[in-house]
């Protein structure tokens, strides 16, 4: 983004950050999504211990106008589909449910994860997905990861895009996966949305970003609000904390904020176990800031064009 004079920032600088994203030319949703991760057991295993704390953030998301939720079978493995079917089915007609498939788990250690590209088994896992959830197709299915070895990863991209010729899914997404592999798979089929890891401090996927917004494809960071700790993070939360004061609000809002300003195809989908924080995720689309605060949060991080 290019800075000017401080008055030319001063006038770049307020584009809408709220508003909707449209996935795959036809799902349209807010700009802020819910990740729904954290509603399991410790390390992602099992039940999230509150069941009625659990259902009541999720209906608590759909209430305040959030209309895409963000799973995956591997999550919990299976409870966290099962959840969101207890708490919100049946679903309000805009409400988008993203699910992935490919990844396994023998174990509650992350250890025991692995990844699996074979078609029958990625056909089941979205077959499963649908029984969970109390669907009938799933709108947007993600490939949890790039990482299995069992087939190669052109062969999973054409396995994706025969479950969307069949009507299982809807849209194709891909989640870790890195620009060069974004390029093989656009290759072979339309790919509305990817999913990385991004934030104010981690940008090893800026490429993928850059690429995903020349495409024309969604971009929907992961721990997208997330700002080191003070100590360790000193140096962004002396750029933060001052544009959160003038902003009258958190440093994990101005992260969020940051996000929807680079691109309005930009899709955070932020978890959280608390309506507060919740609310205060959402109130992040309201933030309007200066070129010069987006760009002094983007200086925090080199990123290679």
């Known amino acids: 983004m290019t800075t000017g004079t401080p008055a030319a920032a001063t006038r770049e600088a307020t584009m809408p950050a ?29 039940d999230y211990p509150d069941r009625a704390r659990a259902v009541g953030v999720l209906r608590a998301a759909v209430e305040r106008g959030v209309n895409l939720i963000d799973t995956a079978d591997v999550y919990g493995p299976h409870s966290n589909e099962e959840l969101i079917r207890e708490a919100l089915h049946p679903y309000p007609d805009d409400l988008v449910i993203a699910t992935k498939g490919g990844f396994v788990r023998g174990g509650p250690d992350y250890s025991d994860l692995g990844a699996v590209g074979n078609r029958n088994y990625l056909r089941q896992a979205a077959h499963m997905s649908l029984r969970r959830l109390g669907l009938d197709h799933i709108d947007l299915y993600y490939l949890h990861s790039p990482a299995m070895t069992d087939v190669p990863f052109e062969d999973i991209v054409g ?49 993928v970003r850059r690429l995903a917004g020349e495409a024309g494809i969604v971009f929907s960071p992961w721990h997208p609000g997330d700002v080191p700790a003070e100590g360790e993070g000193d140096l962004f ?3 933060i904390d001052p544009i959160a004061a003038a902003h009258k609000a958190t440093p994990r809002q101005i ?20 309506v507060r924080h919740l609310e205060q995720n959402l ?18 991080v080199p990123e290679e064009h």
């Open 255 to 274: 992260a969020l904020a940051w996000q929807l300003h680079l691109g309005p195809r930009t899709l955070p989908i932020p978890g959280t176990t608390s």
């Open 237 to 239: 939360h002396a750029v």
């Open 283 to 300: 109130a992040a689309a309201r933030i309007r800031l200066r070129a010069d605060e987006v760009d002094a949060i983007t200086a925090l």
């Open 18 to 46: 709220g508003g909707t994203v449209t996935i795959g030319g036809d799902l349209t949703v807010s700009r802020i999504g819910y990740g729904a991760m954290r509603l399991t057991g410790p390390r992602v295993w099992g």
């Open 159 to 207: 396995t994706l895009a025969d479950m969307r010729r069949s009507g299982l899914i809807r849209h194709i997404g891909l989640s870790n996966i890195s620009a060069g592999q974004l390029r093989t798979a656009m290759a072979i089929t339309d790919i509305a949305a990817v999913t990385v890891q991004h934030n104010v401090a981690v940008r090893e996927n800026e490429a």
